[in-house]
């Protein structure tokens, strides 16, 4: 396949641990991504993760590293931190005590080389039992979840780390876990509205938004899931219009099994209006993806993801 650095740059993708490191950092010099994810199986001591992070922004393009740090459940640094509050319980905290929280989790994830925090959670709770958000939703009402949220993304900011806001348009009223199955959210549009309100407030503060994979007849009457929703995503184009990136949630998980291979799925997110899609564990894949993008139109999405960058000096 012909190489195009430019098009792999909507994408970002995790890499394999130690075993097959070597292999998959020969692949992304041919096909660079716009960013790497990080997991727990990456982080061994601080040394190696540093020196990680170095190998990827050596790539050409420079591409940025994101990992998951919510804290609580969502620890991918545990093995070097230990255990950390989690959303539920910093989200009974004063704003000011997120802030220094997210401050000095900035300033740790800066000096192991991280450039992203896909966190944090502005689902509104309660969080039913099996969907996956137990311990992640910072309160039940948008408004405090939005000035919490706020704080956090501050503190992140303070320690140069950019944040993003999950999971678009709302989770919170999901009764299923979107990594295994693909949730139906069958609220109305008024009901939605809460649930979409944290995002709206936000739209000035946060950097980067990431989109949830679930069905909402309210909103997209057509049984596209949110991901693949174009009448979704243009919601966030309303005023005030949201200027940053929007990131899908990771290909991968169960909720997009019925909708073609992960190529067929990278197309229809970036044609809905995602800038840039997650494809968390399967990089052998990035060249079949990268190809099946070269046949889109997609300039639009390149055009917003070279501005983000330069905007924010990555």
Not at 162 to 176: D, E, M, N, V
Not at 264 to 278: E, S
Not at 288 to 314: D, I, M, T, Y
């Amino acid at each position: 396949m012909e190489k195009d650095p430019q098009v792999s740059n909507l994408v970002c993708v995790g890499v394999p641990g130690r075993d097959r490191l070597g292999e998959a950092l020969r692949l992304l010099k041919r096909h660079p991504p716009g960013m790497v994810i990080l997991f727990a199986h990456n982080i061994e001591v601080g040394g190696q993760v540093r020196d990680l992070c170095q190998a990827i922004h050596a790539l050409p393009g420079r591409p940025l590293v994101a990992i998951d740090m919510e804290g609580g459940r969502v620890n991918r640094l545990k093995g070097l931190w230990g255990d950390l509050p989690g959303g539920s319980e910093y989200g009974r905290w004063g704003e000011r005590k997120i802030e220094r929280f997210a401050h000095d989790l900035g300033c740790r994830l800066r000096a192991l080389g991280i450039d992203i925090d896909f966190a944090p959670v502005v689902d509104l709770g309660p969080a039913a039992s099996g969907t996956g958000l137990e311990g992640r939703v910072l309160a039940d009402d948008p408004v405090r979840v939005a000035g919490k949220a706020r704080a956090f993304l501050r503190g992140l900011q303070q320690g140069e780390i950019i944040g993003c806001i999950k999971h678009y348009p709302g989770l919170g009223a999901s009764t299923l876990d979107s990594h295994l199955a693909l949730p139906r959210i069958e609220l109305g549009a008024r009901a939605l509205a809460a649930h979409l309100r944290p995002f709206r407030l936000l739209k000035r503060d946060a950097p980067m938004v990431m989109v949830a994979h679930a069905l909402y007849p309210a909103l997209d009457p057509s049984g596209r899931p949110s991901t693949l929703s174009s009448k979704i995503i243009r919601i966030l184009g309303r005023r005030p219009a949201f200027r940053g990136l929007i990131l899908s949630d990771d290909l991968e998980m169960g909720a997009l099994k019925a909708y073609g291979t992960l190529a067929d799925r990278a197309r229809k997110a970036l044609a809905a209006g995602c800038h840039m899609v997650i494809i968390g564990h399967r990089w052998e894949e990035l060249p079949a993806v990268a190809e099946g993008l070269k046949r889109a139109p997609f300039k639009k999405a390149l055009k917003h993801w070279n501005a983000w960058r330069r905007e924010r000096a990555l």
